[in-house]
């Protein structure tokens, strides 16, 4: 059943689902295991969880806080309460070895093998995420890390992060093609009734509890109050206001640590470009699809409002690109589809759609909200050039701290992933996954994945063959971030 539309409640969500808090540059995440239940949720309970109101100007600090399965479990949630969350978020990240397969966590990415998180090192029950300026952050750390929190927790691994100018370590600026929430509700959520490319996206692709795409509700646990008194904390369910939303104005968290080799990266480009600096750097735009600053390969009036459909060979923008696969960026209705009568063939999926329309159609549905942080030394070019690849291990290593926010992590983070990102056979490629991350070590009887094509007019496709891994998973766990008043009820359970 769907519900009416109704305007998000900025007071009960966390910030960093609005903001990526690029005011304050300094961050880190930190991996917590509850050491003593009731200590852990007093903490909890009278921590100064920044909410995503703007009104009085922007914080000098924010602390954000997201649970594991294994988390809410061991704060005293009931089993039958966390089995209400979406079944990627209660089997964990490295939870089976089927999903590992599907995410490329197998060889190098092996969850046997991360520094946290995955098989040997342990699910993390709760990320704690500091902002702060440089001068404020280790201080500020210091004020919230008091003696009931060493009571509590068993502090791990803390995740130091930055915002890079806005560049990712490959040189690259990032951040800047994100979905645009209908926060009001005012667009109609529900069937085909757009054809043309937009960021804009309904709150509950994003946010749980509310309307998504589909017009519907994405999976959390409903509470019947009558059973649990508790829960009456909660805001009631839009579509069954019987029961108290556990997850709404909360969100699916992904987390993933991935070390970049930037000499590996910038090394390989140069042996390709026969040392060439010019063609150096165009073989790196295109693997990315972008230029350094951010500016499209393809002529475009605005650096995000654009589509691919006027480069249907990847001619400009190769159809392997990071972003490429990332956000293939055709609506609902490829190019071609107008009038009612052929909108509605293709919505009841009829019609002659290519190969190409089907795996790429509908990227509405796959949206990702990123708020990611680099870690580590930035490195230069030249040194890029000099170092040994795979030197930079261990404490002076660099890379991304991955972060998506999405209210479906099957559909959203997994699909993307697994389907566009790592998929040796992408928009009719074949042999090559992601050129930034893709997993090199082919399982056995798969495809390779070690290739690059770069699409010419009038001539066959350049192909950079045996490339080598780029990125490698260090660490990855599955949260919920969740709404104040849904933190509240966490930090109010007792088994
Ligand atoms: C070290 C790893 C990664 C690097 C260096 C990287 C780098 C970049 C860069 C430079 C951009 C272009 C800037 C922008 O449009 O915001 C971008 C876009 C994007 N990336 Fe990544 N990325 C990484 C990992 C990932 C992962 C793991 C995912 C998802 C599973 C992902 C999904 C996306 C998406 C959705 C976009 C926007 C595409 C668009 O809408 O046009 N990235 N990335």
Redesign the pocket.
């Known amino acids: 059943m769907t519900a009416p539309r109704q305007p998000v409640d900025f007071t009960d969500v966390q910030g960093l689902v609005r903001f990526g808090h690029s005011h304050l540059p300094s961050s880190v995440f930190h991996l917590l295991w509850v050491k003593d239940a009731s200590a852990a949720r007093a903490w909890l309970g009278s921590a100064p969880v920044t909410s995503a109101v703007s009104e009085g100007g922007r914080p000098e600090q924010v602390l954000q806080v997201a649970f594991s399965a294994a988390g809410l479990l061991a704060l005293g949630l009931e089993e039958g309460t966390v089995g209400g969350f979406s079944a990627a978020f209660t089997a964990g990240m490295a939870g089976d070895s089927n999903r590992s397969r599907r995410l490329g966590d197998t060889g190098p990415n092996d969850p046997g093998q991360w520094r946290w998180g995955g098989v040997e090192a342990g699910v993390p029950h709760v990320l704690l995420m500091l902002y702060a300026t440089q001068a404020r952050i280790v201080s500020w750390q210091e004020d919230l890390f008091n003696a009931s929190f060493a009571q509590a927790f068993e502090h791990r691994f803390a995740l130091p992060g930055g915002l890079g100018d806005g560049r990712?370590?490959?040189g690259?600026?990032?951040?800047?093609?994100?979905p645009a929430l209908d926060w009001q509700g005012e667009s109609p959520p529900g069937g085909h009734w757009r054809d043309a490319y937009t960021h804009r996206l309904a709150a509950g692709d994003i946010l749980l509890g509310y309307v998504n795409e589909y017009g519907l509700y994405t999976d959390r646990p409903l509470l019947d109050p009558a059973r649990q008194p508790a829960a009456a904390v909660l805001p009631p369910a839009a579509e069954q206001p019987q029961f108290r939303d556990l997850g709404r104005n909360g969100s699916y968290l992904v987390l993933?640590q991935?070390r970049?080799d930037v000499p590996a990266f910038w090394q390989c480009l140069d042996r390709a470009a026969g040392g060439d600096p010019a063609r150096r750097e165009q073989l790196a735009q295109a693997m990315?699809?972008?230029k350094r600053d951010?500016e499209p390969l393809l002529q475009a009036a605005d650096r995000n409002a654009f589509t691919y459909d006027s480069d249907p060979a990847g001619q400009c923008c190769p159809l392997g690109a990071?972003?490429r696969r990332?956000?293939p960026?055709t609506g609902d209705f490829p190019p071609g589809t107008s009038g009612p009568f052929k909108r509605l063939l293709r919505t009841l999926g009829l019609g002659s759609p290519s190969g190409r329309d089907d795996l790429i159609a509908s990227t509405r549905f796959h949206r990702?909200l990123?708020r990611g942080r680099v870690y580590g030394d930035t490195i230069d070019l030249a040194r890029a050039l000099l170092e040994t690849p795979g030197d930079a291990d261990g404490d002076d290593e660099r890379?991304?701290l991955?972060v998506?926010l999405g209210a479906d992590i099957a559909r959203q983070?997994e699909f993307?992933?697994n389907a566009w990102?790592n998929s040796a056979k992408f928009a009719a490629l074949r042999d090559e996954s992601d050129p930034?991350?893709g997993n090199r070590q082919p399982l056995p009887g798969a495809l390779h994945s070690d290739q690059f094509s770069l699409p010419r007019a009038g001539a066959p496709a350049q192909r950079i063959a045996g490339l080598p891994q780029f990125?490698q998973v260090r660490g990855g766990e599955y949260f919920f971030l969740p709404g104040l008043r849904a933190l509240k009820f966490i930090a109010g359970s007792e088994r």
Request: glycine share 12%.
């Open positions: 990712e370590h490959f690259f600026m990032d951040g800047i093609s994100q993933r991935l970049q990315v699809g972008r951010g990071h972003v990332a956000n960026r990702l990123r890379g991304l991955f998506c983070f993307v992933q990102l930034l991350l990125v």
